[in-house]
């Protein structure tokens, strides 16, 4: 019945209206540990069956189509619960399209750039992307609600290409 019921739930928050209310709030009642000031988009997938394994921190975005991923039935097993955790750290701006897979950590104060696939952690500060993924940045003034966009470009310092890069 609880598998049942998380699902309805997903289904609601992932068509519902309330980025900042209602989507947040439902997440929570499935189990998702979510922050103060959280926006998620509609047609964000988090996790049907693990939504436990996911933490969003204060004040980040979850971009538009967005998934969040923490296990893959296939394969070594991942952990004794069967899921990797995913955390995403305060301050943090996921662009839309983008995918999450199991065990990523992202840096509080990161932007990761729409239809960026994350594999591996974040560092705090970058601002991250394809092609192919990695760090494009260092963010100073993150992307929040309390910053204006011009303010996180100002503050932005560009990651010098590498001649291996």
Avoid at 45 to 60: F, N, R
């Amino acid at each position: 019945m609880k598998v049942f019921l998380n699902r309805i739930l997903h289904k609601i928050a992932f068509f519902g209206p309330g980025g900042y209310t209602l989507r947040p709030r439902i997440h929570r009642l499935r189990g998702a540990r979510i922050g103060s000031d959280v926006w998620i988009s509609q047609y964000v997938y988090l996790d049907e069956l693990y939504p436990e394994a996911i933490s969003i921190g204060d004040k980040s975005t979850i971009g538009l189509r967005s998934s969040i991923i923490t296990h893959l039935h296939w394969g070594p097993k991942q952990s004794e619960n069967g899921y990797k955790e995913v955390v995403i750290e305060r301050d943090v701006f996921i662009g839309p399209h983008c995918l999450i897979l199991p065990g990523v950590r992202v840096g509080e104060g990161s932007v990761i750039k729409g239809g960026t696939v994350l594999t591996r952690n974040v560092p705090p500060h970058m601002f991250w992307g394809e092609p192919p993924s990695g760090p494009l940045g260092h963010v100073a003034v993150p992307l929040t609600s309390e910053h204006s966009y011009d303010d996180f470009v100002r503050g932005l310092t560009a990651r010098p290409k590498k001649s291996h890069d």
